[in-house]
Nanobody, 122 residues
Framework: QVQLEESGGGLVRAGDSLRLTCVAS????????AAWFRQAPGKEREFVAA????????DYTDSVKGRFTISRDNTRRRIYLQMNNLQPEDTAVYYC???????????????WGQGTQVTVSS
C-alpha cells in the first residue's frame, strides 16, 4: 500500500513557475513508476509526465515538453514536477500517481494522491 500526498499548488500568473511535490508514505516508492496527471474543470484526467523507478526514462505529454520536468528523490520518498512558463491552459488539479511497470495509461495507476490545485491567470 502506497499513500501519496501532493503539495505546492497555487495561483500564479502566466509565465511564472511552480514546483509540485509528492511525498510517498513508504520507501518502496523507489520500486514504482511515478507520474503526474492533471484534470481541468469539465475534462478528463490526463497524463502529464512519468519517470521510471530508477529515475531513468521519462515521458511527457506534448503540451508540456520543454516547460515541465519530472524528477524524484527516492531516499526522501519524493517526486517533483517543476513547471516553468505556466500558461492558463495548465490550470487544473494535479495528481501524483504510482504503479509498478512502465506506462502512461491512467487506468494502470493504482495509487493516487488527493491532488493540488494549480491556477494560472492570464
Amino acid at each position: 500500500q502506497v499513500q501519496l500526498e501532493e503539495s505546492g499548488g497555487g495561483l500564479v500568473r502566466a509565465g511564472d513557475s511552480l514546483r509540485l511535490t509528492c511525498v510517498a508514505s513508504t520507501r518502496t516508492i523507489s520500486s514504482y513508476t511515478a507520474a503526474w496527471f492533471r484534470q481541468a474543470p469539465g475534462k478528463e484526467r490526463e497524463f502529464v509526465a512519468a519517470m521510471r523507478s530508477s529515475g531513468g526514462n521519462t515521458d511527457y505529454t506534448d503540451s508540456v515538453k520543454g516547460r515541465f520536468t519530472i524528477s524524484r528523490d527516492n531516499t526522501r520518498r519524493r517526486i517533483y514536477l517543476q513547471m516553468n512558463n505556466l500558461q492558463p491552459e495548465d490550470t487544473a488539479v494535479y495528481y501524483c500517481a504510482a504503479q509498478t511497470g512502465w506506462t502512461t495509461m491512467r487506468g494502470a495507476y493504482g495509487y493516487w494522491g488527493q491532488g493540488t490545485q494549480v491556477t494560472v491567470s492570464s
